[in-house]
C-alpha cells in the first residue's frame, strides 16, 4: 500500500507540474 502511494505520489506530481506550466503559458499567449 505504502509502495503505491508513493509511486502514484512520484507519477502524479510532474503530471500536476506539466498542466501548470500548460496553462501558464495558454495563458500568456491569450494576453499577447
Known amino acids: 500500500m ?7 505520489a512520484a507519477s502524479s506530481t510532474p503530471i500536476v507540474l ?3 506550466v500548460e496553462e ?3 495563458g500568456y499567449a ?3
Open 30 to 32: 491569450i494576453l499577447q
Open 24 to 26: 501558464d503559458s495558454y
Open 2 to 8: 505504502e509502495i503505491n502511494k508513493d509511486l502514484i
Open 18 to 20: 506539466a498542466i501548470l
